[in-house]
Every structure is written in structure tokens, then in C-alpha cells.
């Protein structure tokens, strides 16, 4: 028996894996977007490819992900992402590695946050610096 996929539920399942609320991906795929579409759209089951490739960019997930999940194949696809498997397996027969794909995904929003805060910072501190300079 083939099981049905529903890429409205994977969106939601990937997205709360990330810790990414409704309203912040609502951000992301711009304007036209709230917290309630994101909701009716996480009921859809089948997503329309344009929009399934913009949320896939959003959330650095691939579209197949959203397209093929379950619990087995979306952790290969996104191992075979990171190359986790290659590495792992390099000069090492049977290797014992614990990484979850979706800890890496995290850690890769967090560093992009982490990164933007500290462009902030230098861009105030620069300010900051320029208006010195001009009240001299």
C-alpha cells in the first residue's frame, strides 16, 4: 500500500523541527504572507512547486524533503545535503557518529542570526564612530 504524502504537514513538521513560528515564515516568503495563510497552507497536500522551491530557499531545506517524507528518507536526503555520510565514512569502514540532521540545521540558522546581530552591532558602532567625527 502506498502511503500518500502531504506536503502541507512536512512544511509544518520541518518548520517546527527548526523552532521557526508561523509568523516568522510568514516573513520570510514576504508580504503576501500572515500567520494564517501559513496555517492553511501547512493543511494543504499538495503545495504548488514555485511555492514549495520558496519555502524550501526560506527554511534551507530541500524541496524533496517536503516531497518525499518520511521519517527514514528525509533524514538521507538531508545527511546526503551536509555530506555527513561521505565524511563519516571516509577512511572508516563502520563508523559510529551521532549527528542529527536537524541539530545542523539549527545550528546553521542560529550562526546566521548570530552573524546579522553582530553586522548590527559593527553598523552601530560605526555610526556611532561617524557622528564623533562629525561633531568635532
Not at 557518529?97 to 546566521?112: A, R, S
Request: net charge negative; proline share 3%.
Amino acid at each position: 500500500m502506498e502511503q500518500k504524502i502531504h506536503q502541507g504537514r512536512n512544511v509544518k513538521r520541518f518548520r517546527e523541527m527548526l523552532g521557526i513560528k508561523q509568523e516568522a515564515l510568514a516573513l520570510d516568503l514576504g508580504d503576501d504572507w500572515n500567520q494564517k495563510k501559513i496555517s492553511l497552507l501547512e493543511q494543504k497536500e499538495i503545495i504548488e512547486d514555485p511555492l514549495l522551491q520558496k519555502i524550501s530557499e526560506v527554511l534551507k531545506i530541500p524541496v524533496e524533503a517536503f516531497q518525499n517524507f518520511d521519517e527514514e528518507q528525509a533524514v538521507n536526503i538531508i545527511s546526503n545535503t551536509f555530506n555527513i555520510e561521505k565524511d563519516a565514512f571516509i577512511g572508516n569502514s563502520k563508523p559510529t557518529f551521532n549527528i542529527n540532521p536537524m541539530d545542523e540545521i539549527k545550528k546553521l540558522h542560529e550562526e546566521k542570526i548570530a552573524l546579522y546581530e553582530r553586522m548590527l552591532k559593527e553598523k552601530d558602532e560605526m555610526m556611532e564612530r561617524l557622528e564623533k567625527l562629525i561633531n568635532k
